[in-house]
C-alpha cells in the first residue's frame, strides 16, 4: 500500500546550514502523524517541502505515490494545508475567504456550507474575519484545508491559540477525522500531551535530522518500563535492590527503576516491594510508570552526550 | 485564468485600493472644481480637459500606480497569504498575472475616471457659473486618445512598481522607489532624458511639439513595459517565498 506521505532523504540547506537533513519520513494512510521538535529543528522546513513551497536541495517528497518535485500540481491537488499564517482578509467574511480558495480550486459552491459545518462555524460565516477570535480562525483554517476533501492534510500546529475547550474540541475533532473522512492526518505541535492523545504515530525531528519514527503505540511497548518509588531510605532501597536487573536513578521526587525492555513490571514491582520491606526500608509508594511521549520526545531529542550515560545497572 | 482573476476582483472589496481607485481621479476633479471657479473669464474645454490628463500624467498617476501596487501586495503580504495561495493546485504564475491584469484594469479604470470626473466637475462649475462655460469644441476622442496613451506608456513603470511591491515584503522599497520616481517625475518634466525614465513616460504622451519623443516614450512605455511585466510574472512565479 502506498504511504499518504514519504521522503527520501530530503534535505534542504540555507546556505552553509542544513535546515533539514536526510530525513526519511512514511506517514502511514489513514494516520495521525505527529510531527514533533522545537522551534527551528526543520518541522516548517520540511512541511514547506512537503507543500511544494519550497524545493528541496536533495532527496524526494511523495504525496499519495506522487513526487512533490516533478508533479507540484497533481501532488497539491491531494493535500489540504493549515499552514501557522492562516493568511485571511480581513476585510471580508468566513464564508467569502473560503470561498475564494473554493473558486481557485474550482469545487462546487455548496462546498463551503460542507466544510463549515464540518468546523461548526455556519452561525459565523457571515462575520468578517476581523472580528474572529484566533480559535476561529483556526477552524475557519481548517474548514479551508477540508475543501474539496483532500486525502492528506497538513496541519501546523493547529492548537494554535486555542483555550482548553478549543483544544479538546480540535483533539476529538483530529481524532476522528481519519475515521470520518478517510483523511491521513500530518499535524506538527508543540502539545506533546496533545499530540499524545491524538496520533496513532509520531515523528521527532531534532537538529534537521529524523530522530525516531513510529507507531506511538509500539514506540511506548518496545520501551524499556519504568517503575517509580519513594522510600525513606534510598541508599539502602539500592543496595536491596541490587540483585535486581534494572536500572535505578534518583530524583528529589523519588526513585526510578527502569526494566529491561519486555520485563513486565506487575511481576517486578511485589518482588521489589517485598524486598524492601523485608529489608526494612519504609516504602511510600511504588508502581508502573506509562512511559509518556514527553519523555519519549526529551530521550529522542536530548543532544548527545560528552561521555556515556551512567545509569547505575545494579 | 477566469477563477483566479475574479478571486482577484473579490477581494478588493471592502478594501483600500478601492477608496484610492475613487480618490485619486476625484481630486483632479475636485481641483479643476475650484480652479475654474475662481476663473473670471471663460476658457477652452482642451485648457481644462488636457491639464487635467496632465497633473494625472505626471504626478498623480505615479502616485496612485505606487499607493495601489502596494496595496494589492499588502493583501498578500499583511496576512501572509503566499503560501496559502502558493501550496494550491494551480500555475503560480497566474497567481501573479491575474494580480497584474487587475492592476492595469484599476488604473484604466482611474484614468477614465480623471475624465470623467473632470467634465462632471466642469459641468457642476459651469452650472453655478454659467458664465464660465468652457469655449470650443469638448472633443471626447481627442482626449480619451491621449488617455489611452498616457496609460499605455505607463506599462513599464506599473510592471516595476508591482514586482517592487510583490518582491518584497514590506511596503517600503515599493514607496520609496515609487515616490522617488514620482519626484524625478515632477522637478524634471520637461527633461529630454524623460523619455527614457519610466515614470516620466506617460507624460511624454502630451509633448505634441516633438513627436519622436512621444513615439519612444509610447514604444518603451507600452512594448518594453509589457516584456517586463511578462519577466517580472515569471521571476515571481519561480522564486521561493521564504
Known amino acids: 500500500m502506498t504511504a499518504a506521505i514519504e521522503t527520501e532523504a530530503l534535505t534542504r540547506c540555507f546556505g552553509r546550514h542544513r535546515a533539514v537533513d536526510a530525513v526519511s519520513m512514511t506517514v502511514p494512510d489513514r494516520a495521525v502523524y505527529g510531527f514533533l521538535g522545537r522551534n527551528g529543528a526543520g518541522k516548517t522546513t520540511t512541511l514547506k517541502m512537503l507543500l511544494g513551497l519550497i524545493r528541496p536541495t536533495s532527496g524526494s517528497a511523495r504525496i499519495a505515490g506522487i513526487d512533490v518535485a ?27 475567504n473560503l470561498d475564494l480558495t473554493r473558486t481557485l480550486l474550482g469545487l462546487p459552491a455548496t462546498e463551503v456550507d460542507r466544510v463549515l459545518e464540518v468546523v461548526e462555524m455556519s452561525p459565523n460565516a457571515r462575520r468578517r474575519v476581523s472580528d474572529y477570535s484566533l480559535g476561529m480562525r483556526q477552524r475557519l483554517g481548517l474548514a479551508r484545508a477540508m475543501l474539496g476533501a483532500p486525502p492528506v492534510l497538513i496541519l501546523d500546529e493547529p492548537t494554535n491559540g486555542l483555550d482548553p475547550d478549543g483544544i479538546a474540541d480540535m483533539r476529538r475533532f483530529l481524532r476522528d477525522l481519519p475515521a470520518r473522512t478517510g483523511a491521513t492526518v500530518l499535524l506538527s505541535s508543540h502539545l506533546l500531551g496533545e499530540i499524545e492523545q491524538i496520533a496513532t504515530h509520531v515523528g521527532i525531528i531534532h537538529d534537521g535530522r529524523l530522530v525516531l519514527e513510529g507507531e506511538l503505540a509500539r514506540i511506548k511497548a518496545d520501551l524499556a518500563p519504568e517503575i517509580a518509588l519513594r522510600v525513606d531510605d534510598v541508599a539502602r532501597a539500592t543496595a536491596v535492590l541490587k540483585p535486581f536487573d534494572l536500572a535505578l536513578s534518583s530524583a528529589d521526587n523519588g526513585m526510578t527503576a527502569r526494566l529491561r525492555p519486555g520485563d513486565d513490571p506487575d511481576a517486578a514491582v511485589p518482588a521489589m516491594t517485598r524486598a524492601l520491606v523485608e529489608a526494612g526500608v519504609a516504602v511510600v509508594a511504588i508502581g508502573a510508570r506509562a512511559r509518556s511521549l514527553e519523555g519519549i520526545y526529551r530521550e529522542a531529542s536530548a543532544p548527545a552526550p560528552v561521555t556515556p550515560s551512567q545509569p547505575e545497572f545494579v | 485564468m477566469l477563477a483566479v482573476l475574479s ?236
Request: glycine letters at 8%; hydrophobic letters at 55%.
Open chain 1, 70 to 96: 516533478r508533479d507540484r500540481l497533481g501532488a497539491a491537488r491531494r493535500v489540504g494545508a493549515l499552514l501557522e499564517a492562516h493568511g485571511f482578509y480581513a476585510n471580508l467574511t468566513g464564508r467569502q
Open chain 2, 7 to 242: 478571486v482577484e476582483i473579490r477581494k478588493l472589496n471592502r478594501s483600500l485600493a478601492v477608496l484610492l481607485a475613487v480618490a485619486a481621479p476625484s481630486l483632479i476633479a475636485v481641483f479643476t472644481f475650484f480652479n475654474l471657479m475662481r476663473g473670471k473669464a471663460p476658457q477652452p474645454w482642451e485648457m481644462w480637459m488636457v491639464s487635467s490628463i496632465g497633473i494625472w500624467a505626471f504626478f498623480m498617476l505615479p502616485m496612485s500606480v505606487t499607493a495601489l501596487t502596494a496595496l494589492v501586495a499588502h493583501m498578500e503580504h499583511g496576512p501572509k497569504s503566499w503560501d496559502h495561495l502558493r501550496s494550491l493546485p494551480l500555475p503560480r504564475w497566474r497567481l501573479y498575472a491575474a494580480k497584474a491584469m487587475v492592476v492595469l484594469a484599476v488604473v484604466a479604470m482611474m484614468s477614465a475616471a480623471t475624465l470623467g470626473l473632470t467634465w462632471g466637475a466642469i459641468t457642476l462649475a459651469t452650472t453655478l457659473k454659467p458664465n464660465l462655460t468652457p469655449t470650443g469644441p469638448l472633443d471626447i476622442a481627442l482626449y480619451a486618445t491621449t488617455m489611452g496613451k498616457v496609460f499605455l506608456a505607463a506599462i513599464l513603470m506599473v510592471a516595476i512598481q508591482l514586482w517592487t511591491a510583490l518582491r518584497f515584503a514590506s511596503f517600503v522599497p515599493a514607496l520609496v522607489l515609487g515616490i522617488g520616481g514620482t519626484f524625478f517625475s515632477v522637478v524634471a518634466t520637461s527633461a529630454k532624458a524623460g523619455v527614457f525614465f519610466p515614470w516620466q513616460m506617460p507624460v511624454n504622451m502630451l509633448i505634441s511639439s516633438q513627436a519622436w519623443r512621444a513615439n519612444t516614450a509610447l514604444g518603451l512605455g507600452c512594448g518594453l513595459g509589457l516584456v517586463v511585466m511578462a519577466l517580472a510574472v515569471a521571476h515571481l512565479a519561480r522564486r521561493e517565498v521564504l
